[in-house]
């Protein structure tokens, strides 16, 4: 492997407390690297941890246990002013065009506010300088600058979040599910101009969605997420083509056909309700649900191994 | 695909845009803002509307005189004109109004910012300290206030201002609450933007519309406890005119010259009654959940 590793994160575990004593265990032991230059996507059902693991990796959520590496430095323990510089190289595109931009700041104070934060530029000027730059880069114009969020379009207001996600010239950007509360039709030139800044400002993205068809087009890595854990990580058509670990087989067979011979031929459907990430089932989560369980999953935890290629948690395979 | 974007004074949150919109949308709320700013200028200009002082005693053969063109509501008591002090009288009540009210807003917005953003221990004792202040009633308060600190107008500031601060705190409190897990909150956190920065870039002023109706809602209320204080003989010290005052000392000649008590009763009446309108057109107006409709 020649790859370079950008962020590695090491056994992390983040719970949110509910009343009384209970937690909810939203992600529970999770180890994965991001390499350098990749789009690794994160992919998993509605309430399976993906947007806190991906906050946690930016420490926007703080775990209750585990480590991440950024560039081989531990930035997990650092307090406040010390990750300052880190903070920087980490940003984040949001889910909700309508929700992530403050409705009563103009589109250049919604820009320059990372700028101000770090004092990147001298003087006022020179920020608004910086500002049409990043705006331009994004595929809007000068004269947008001082419009108010609510004037735009979906589309338009998700451009803003990303010209303000890139105008630190950060390394690495958690993207959470940039596109799905989006129109298809612009779910593509987002999609589009996402790959193209990566290719210019040389980004790795964190990519979460789950939206299947979006990850293929856009990931060169897959992760996939259930229930805090996860199943099965590897490069994007290996998974597609060939999946191995059972949840990822119905995940993907769960993607609609355009052909209607093929409707219904094949389809795998999975029985029973999402388990409560309160009261997460003993041994491998997903045994609940799944058709191959056997008493081994019942009981102890399957461990991540290499298989044809990429690594599954899976006692299929031992 | 992409729309194109207008920016007119439909669409906005500058001082035009906003009186363009009330003026389109509620018609009434705009003239009780004219009201108002009548109120005020007469208030102001009182001196030159009057040829007499509001403690001058213009007739003393004739104390409880009928309206007449020289003095076109009569004179008290005690010889003095009652129109005059009507006048100086709006200045006591428009500033007991507004200047109790401005200091209330801004040590509860502070503190109900504090409070919802920090959250701990901050927000336990700054509730715990509302709590106190509401679970009094809020008149009997004001009243204790004055009785302690004795007459005069900056008492009346400070009594008002201490009364009316909590539900401030509350209000502005529970609006932090749900802004700070709006997304723009998180994503100037994930920029790295210090707390008291987030709460005065991004929270305060999107507390701005609801703490403006508020005030215009709060300065009403303060007139009518002035008043009251003024009716119960606590307040101002004599023989400064208020309106609270003169309604008190007229019910006694409530039979013979009604307008000694009517005239300021209806002064409050109309500057509550606008500002209440003018309140409840603001919050149509400033709503951004109704301004996209």
């Known amino acids: 492997m020649d790859k370079k590793i950008l962020l590695d994160v090491q056994n992390l575990k983040v719970e949110y407390a509910l009343k009384g004593k209970k937690k909810v265990s939203a992600v529970s032991d999770v180890s994965l690297n991001v390499y350098e230059n990749e789009i690794l996507a994160l992919v998993g059902e509605s309430g399976c941890g993906k947007s806190t693991l991906g906050k946690a990796m930016i420490r926007l959520v703080p775990p209750v246990s585990g480590q991440l590496y950024f560039k081989g430095v531990r930035i997990d323990d650092l307090d406040t002013k010390a990750f300052m510089p880190y903070r920087r190289q980490m940003q984040m595109i949001f889910q909700d065009p309508y929700a992530c931009l403050d409705p009563r700041m103009s589109v250049r104070d919604i820009v320059a506010e990372p700028l101000d934060t770090y004092k990147i530029c001298e003087s006022k000027e020179a920020t608004t300088q910086r500002v049409t730059e990043l705006l331009e880069a994004v595929g809007l114009k000068e004269d947008h600058l001082y419009r108010y969020a609510h004037q735009f379009s979906g589309g338009q207001r998700q451009r803003v979040g990303i010209a303000r996600a890139i105008a630190l010239n950060p390394a690495f950007i958690v993207c959470d599910e940039p596109v799905s509360a989006l129109d298809v039709s612009v779910q593509n030139q987002i999609l589009n101009l996402m790959k193209e800044i990566k290719e210019q400002y040389g980004l790795t993205y964190l990519f979460i969605s789950h939206d299947l068809s979006v990850v293929r087009f856009i990931a060169d890595r897959v992760c996939v997420m259930f229930l805090g854990k996860l199943c099965e990580i590897g490069d994007t058509e290996l998974i597609y083509n060939d999946p191995q670990h059972p949840y990822t087989k119905f995940l993907l067979d769960a993607i609609p056909k355009a052909d209607p011979t093929q409707r219904r031929a094949s389809r795998l459907l999975l029985p029973g309700e999402l388990p409560s990430p309160v009261d997460p089932p003993a041994g491998c989560r997903f045994h609940t649900r799944c058709p191959y369980a056997t008493a081994e999953c019942k009981n102890t935890e399957p461990k991540m191994k290499q298989v044809k290629g990429r690594m599954v948690a899976c006692h299929m395979f031992d | ?293």
């Open chain 2, 1 to 293: 695909m992409e729309k194109k974007i207008k920016n007119t004074v439909e669409d906005g949150h500058g001082f035009r845009s906003v009186c363009y919109r009330l003026w389109k949308e509620n018609k009434v709320a705009v003239f009780c803002a004219l009201l108002i700013v009548i109120f005020a200028l007469a208030a102001i200009c009182a001196p030159l509307l009057t040829p007499y002082g509001y403690d001058e005693i213009v007739t003393d053969t004739y104390r409880l005189s009928q309206p007449s063109l020289a003095h076109p509501l009569g004179t008290d008591e005690v010889g003095r004109d009652v129109f005059t002090r009507l006048l100086y009288g709006a200045r006591i009540s428009l500033m007991v109004g507004i200047v109790p009210t401005i200091i209330s807003m801004i040590v509860g917005a502070l503190l109900g910012i504090i409070a919802g953003f920090v959250g701990g221990k901050a927000d336990a004792v700054i509730m715990r300290l509302a709590d106190i202040m509401l679970a009094f009633p809020s008149m009997l308060l004001a009243m204790v206030i004055m009785y302690t600190l004795g007459d005069g107008i900056i008492n009346i500031f400070l009594a008002l201002a201490l009364v009316n601060w909590a539900s401030v705190a509350r209000i502005v409190r529970a609006e932090t609450l749900k802004l700070k897990e709006t997304e723009y909150v998180e994503a100037a956190r994930s920029i790295g933007v210090s707390k008291w920065k987030i709460m005065m870039r991004h929270i305060l002023p999107n507390c701005i519309p609801s703490l403006i109706v508020l005030f215009t809602l709060n300065i009403p209320s303060a007139i009518l406890s002035e008043s009251a204080l003024g009716f119960l003989g606590l307040g101002i010290e004599k023989p400064m005119a208020s309106w609270g005052l003169m309604v008190n000392t007229g019910r006694q000649y409530l039979y013979t010259n009604p307008w000694l008590s009517l005239a300021p009763s209806a002064a409050i009446m109309l500057v509550v009654l606008a500002f209440n309108f003018l309140g409840d057109g603001l919050r149509d107006v400033l709503d951004p959940h109704l301004k996209n409709q």
